[in-house]
């Protein structure tokens, strides 16, 4: 690698893990070409991304991030997945791990907070920011969809009795 094409890996690498909510490392050793494409394409869907970078270079774009703890975790064939939804990167890297033996987890940053592997499983069984919101969204509506279902039940109860005295009526 060229000195100047290491520079942009590093600017690059130190953009990234300065606008990342979590950081999750893992060895890769062992993986085919089509697993880490699923890994990729299952972070991809899940807002979260994947690097593969020399570890040295990512030692040195870590220098002033939040994300700095990770740095001793840089040994081996490494992979590094970030994401700014604090679960979405765990979440994904542990499932993943789950099927794929070979995909080992070392631990992982969230902010300036350091996680190892159990921190990380813990992340990643949290419910994500999507799911957090939906069910705000559901506790608030469900009051209001219960007052609506009230303020009808009355009408449609008197309509019913003035339909039975009708048909009563028609009857007789």
């Known amino acids: 690698m060229e000195r100047a094409a290491k520079k942009e890996a590093v600017e690059e690498l130190n ?12 060895h890769y050793s062992g993986l085919t070409v089509a697993q880490m494409q699923k890994l990729r394409l ?9 690097k593969v970078s020399k570890n040295r270079l990512a030692k040195i774009a ?3 991030t939040d994300v700095v703890a990770i740095g001793s975790l840089l040994k081996g064939p490494t992979v590094i997945a970030t994401s700014n939804d604090p679960v979405a990167a765990p979440k994904v890297a542990v499932e993943f791990a ?6 080992v987890i070392l631990g992982g940053s ?5 996680l190892n592997v159990d921190s990380v499983k813990a992340l990643a069984a949290l419910p994500s920011l999507d799911e957090l919101r939906a069910k705000i969204v559901g506790l608030v509506m469900a009051p209001a969809t219960k007052i609506a279902q009230l303020s009808t039940a009355p009408a ?4 019913r009795v003035v339909q039975a005295y009708a048909s009563k009526s028609e009857a007789a």
């Open 98 to 103: 789950r099927t794929n033996e070979k995909f």
């Open 156 to 159: 449609a109860k008197l309509a």
């Open 110 to 114: 969230m902010g300036k907070t350091a």
């Open 62 to 64: 870590l220098e002033g």
């Open 42 to 50: 299952q972070m991809k869907q899940a807002g979260a991304s994947v």
């Open 15 to 26: 953009g990234l893990f300065k606008t990342t909510g979590v950081a999750i490392v893992a």
